[in-house]
């Protein structure tokens, strides 16, 4: 009875964490959203454009550079009970260390790597102390994501996005001769002092040691999926790039207008995920098979649901975020949103190989999908016009479904889903999908009846599910 109890005040707490996580993850991005405008007016093209390309090689970096450490939280949790803050510090000073590293080797040559970035030296340095700050920051959410601790994740979340949306005003304001050093400082500043926060708790806690025992393992399961975050940046990205070369920049500006509309959908199921992962190692690791076979069901259906109604309401979407100009890239909407529904259900696969740590197979599909994107955007794209590359990331996205899959299923030999109902799934949202592009040319009138059809069917028959969790959270 105990342990039932046990179970129920855990599935309370993730639900409720998963809940708030979900809301406070979306928050964040509208946010985001929001602030775009105003920074795009204040700044000019190529000081936002200095910006932009700062960000994205501190996405890229920091991968390297935290040695994606953070990734072994959750499944440490379990193997070291009792000791995930012993554990963390200890990961969080190999991060730092490591950054450090990499950063004393890299201003011997700052010359050399101010070029390749293409940033000038204050740009550059402020991404180093970026790269430095952030680990510490990033391992504290996750351990609190797992921990179910949802008041101090979205603490976190929300000072971050706010601090540093305000930081970055004030200095894009003050800085007229450096915007684009303005808008960037304020996201390191912003990381900087909450980072001093939690390496405060952390050496005052006297968490801060060396471990080989939890380096090694934080490094074998963090260490593969560098190559997996690499080749997810490439997946993502080289779609623009092979659009740009065959077809020329205009087609590329709708292309992305499309994807960025598309990867709405990719921004609330991430959350999903990322909410119920905790609960998922927790229950795996206690045997409870049947109940994650029943409750994956209802968030496969939601995501398959979210996915339709941002297909069904495509035109009107990409008419009003950029007119008429754009109404081309209404066309990559549908495959798009295929691809990063499938990617939404293939990482419930991914979970199994994280959960067992092995996580080299995650890397060796999201290698393979990468190459094989390349190889058919070149094919493609010459010959069928830009909307093909949406079309050749669905193959991908599909081709590592069925891999992952495979990997679960027949090499780790865990059977844990209904792996009919999965793929069942994803071509009831494929009918839907060429449904609506049959309707895109019609009057809007039957696409927006269909699409609330459909939602009053998928409403009355998941209510019990869904009145159950409203009033779990409530009560809670």
């Known amino acids: 009875m105990s342990e039932q109890i046990t ?17 406070s993850s979306i928050s964040v991005k509208a946010i985001l959203i929001i602030t775009t405008p105003i920074f795009t007016r204040l700044m000019t093209t190529a000081e936002y454009g200095v910006s932009v390309t700062f960000a994205a090689w501190f996405t890229l970096l920091n991968v390297v550079c ?21 554990f963390v ?57 797992y921990l179910y601790n949802y008041k ?16 970055s005003l004030i200095l894009v304001l003050l800085m007229s001769e450096q915007r684009a050093l303005g808008k960037s400082l304020g996201a390191v500043i912003s990381a900087g002092l909450l980072a001093i926060a939690v390496w405060i708790y952390t050496l005052k806690n006297g968490f801060a040691k060396v471990k080989t025992e939890y380096w090694k393992y934080a490094l074998k399961i963090s260490l593969p999926l560098i190559l997996n975050s690499i080749s997810l ?20 500006g709708i292309y992305s207008l499309a994807y960025s509309y598309a990867i709405l959908i990719n921004i609330v199921l991430n959350a999903v995920n990322e909410a119920w992962l905790p609960w998922f190692h927790d229950s795996l690791n206690d045997k409870l098979t049947d109940q994650i076979r029943d409750n994956v069901k209802p968030l496969v259906v939601f995501g398959c649901w979210f996915g339709i109604g941002c297909i069904a309401l495509a035109p009107e979407a990409i008419a009003i975020l950029g007119g008429a100009e754009y109404s081309k890239g209404v066309w990559a909407v549908p495959p798009i949103t295929l691809g990063i529904v499938c990617s939404y259900i293939f990482q419930h696969y991914e979970h199994i190989e994280l ?31 830009f909307v093909a590359a949406a079309y050749t990331t669905l193959v991908c996205y599909f081709l ?24 069942l799934a994803i071509i009831a949202t494929l009918i839907f999908a060429v449904i609506f592009m049959a ?38």
């Open 89 to 145: 510090g200890s990961i969080q000073l190999l991060a730092f260390y490591f950054t450090a590293a990499v950063g004393a080797i890299s201003f011997l040559f700052l010359d050399k790597v101010c070029v390749l970035l293409e940033m000038d030296k204050p740009l550059v340095i402020a991404l180093f102390v970026y790269l430095l700050a952030y680990p510490a920051v990033q391992m504290t959410q996750a351990k609190f994501k």
């Open 7 to 23: 179970q129920e005040q855990r599935g309370s707490s993730a639900l409720k964490s998963g809940i708030w996580y979900t809301i």
């Open 152 to 167: 101090g994740n979205i603490a976190i979340t929300i000072y971050t996005t706010l601090s540093t949306a305000a930081i």
């Open 66 to 86: 935290s040695l994606n450490l953070w990734y072994s939280i959750g499944r440490a949790k379990i193997d070291f009970p009792g000791k995930l803050d012993e």
């Open 355 to 385: 959960h067992l740590k092995k996580t080299w197979y995650i890397s060796i599909g999201t290698i393979s999908a990468a190459v094989i994107n390349i190889v058919l955007n070149i094919i493609f794209i010459q010959r069928f016009g």
């Open 233 to 252: 940046n490439i997946l993502a990205q080289s779609d623009r790039i092979f659009i740009t070369k065959y077809c020329g920049d205009d087609y590329t």
């Open 439 to 476: 309707l895109y040319n019609a009057h809007w009138i039957w696409r927006w009846l269909l699409i609330i059809a459909v939602s009053v069917v998928y409403l009355y028959t998941n209510r019990e599910y869904i009145l159950g969790a409203v009033k779990r959270f409530i009560k809670k």
């Open 400 to 423: 590592l479904m069925i891999l992952h899959h495979f990997i679960s299923r027949w090499v780790l030999k865990v059977h844990l889903y209904n792996d009919m109902f999965m793929y």
